[in-house]
């Protein structure tokens, strides 16, 4: 039985599709070149393997999953955001703030959406608050929040910021954790555990109707090792090729 009264399992299953299509990226097999195009840290990796007691082929196994991480991170940010497409009174805009809703008196809230608390530094924090304060000082009768998918608390708060050694907050600018947003669009307290209960429901149901959804075969490691058996020498090949002393080592 569905009991989502705010969207229907159409919807949900059609977001939660889309959502997927974004990981089709990270499915494919990782090549050499792939996996260096940002170059590769081979110190970084010395001290990894050392302190974590891993060997160099398990570290490079690590950063393999790590860069699937980053850009599934992102599609998760898709996700939070592009739901509100199906939620009644709430805007995706194409640019500017993630998601708008207009509440029943005709009146806005302007929404900054986050994946975790601790996501933005001081930097971030301050410009994206400048934002929403000329936002309510354009129109006096907005509210901006920022939207945390994975906050600290549960919670509806103010939000208080520094900002040149000074401290500021405005009613109408509050900290939000994502139940509580959930809450206010849809008047439904559970509305964003619903939305969690279904979720592995429909992406098996999603897998099980497209078998191409296979990982490929990453190549990196038995490349690496064409270059140099020695996977740290390889590893150093890779970065510092044309450094002084390196060269030895083809």
């Known amino acids: 039985m569905w009991n989502l009264n705010f969207i229907t399992r159409e919807d949900l299953k059609k977001h939660i599709k889309n959502t997927i299509s974004t990981y089709e990226r990270t499915l494919d097999g990782i090549d050499l070149n792939k996996f260096n195009s940002n170059i590769v840290d081979p110190i970084k990796m010395v001290f990894d393997s050392k302190v974590y007691r891993k060997s160099f082929e398990e570290v490079i196994k690590d950063e393999l999953v790590r860069q699937r991480d980053k850009t599934n991170?992102?599609?998760?940010?898709?996700?939070?955001?592009?739901?509100?497409?199906?939620?009644?009174?709430?805007?995706?805009?194409?640019?500017?703030?993630?998601?708008?809703?207009?509440?029943?008196?005709?009146?806005?809230?302007?929404?900054?959406?986050?994946?975790?608390?601790?996501?933005?530094?001081?930097?971030?924090?301050?410009?994206?608050?400048?934002?929403?304060?000329?936002?309510?000082?354009?129109?006096?009768?907005?509210?901006?929040?920022?939207?945390?998918?994975?906050?600290?608390?549960?919670?509806?708060?103010?939000?208080?910021?520094?900002?040149?050694?000074?401290?500021?907050?405005?009613?109408?600018?509050?900290?939000?954790?994502?139940?509580?947003?959930?809450?206010?669009?849809?008047?439904?307290?559970?509305?964003?555990?619903?939305?969690?209960?279904?979720?592995?429901?429909l992406i098996d149901e999603i897998i099980n109707e497209n078998k191409a959804l296979q990982v490929g075969t990453d190549t990196v490691i038995s490349e690496l090792k064409d270059k140099n058996p020695d996977l740290l020498k390889a590893l150093y090949l890779l970065a510092f090729n044309e450094y002084e002393g390196f060269k030895e080592l083809k």
């Open 73 to 201: 991170s992102n599609a998760i940010g898709y996700f939070h955001q592009n739901m509100f497409k199906y939620i009644k009174n709430c805007e995706v805009p194409d640019e500017g703030f993630d998601v708008i809703y207009t509440k029943y008196d005709g009146n806005k809230i302007y929404i900054e959406m986050k994946n975790k608390h601790n996501t933005m530094n001081s930097s971030s924090s301050q410009k994206t608050y400048m934002r929403m304060q000329n936002k309510i000082i354009e129109d006096d009768t907005a509210e901006c929040f920022l939207v945390e998918a994975i906050a600290k608390n549960s919670q509806n708060i103010i939000w208080k910021v520094s900002l040149d050694g000074e401290r500021f907050e405005n009613e109408k600018i509050r900290r939000v954790s994502m139940d509580k947003f959930y809450e206010i669009v849809t008047g439904d307290k559970d509305a964003f555990y619903k939305i969690c209960e279904e979720l592995p429901i």
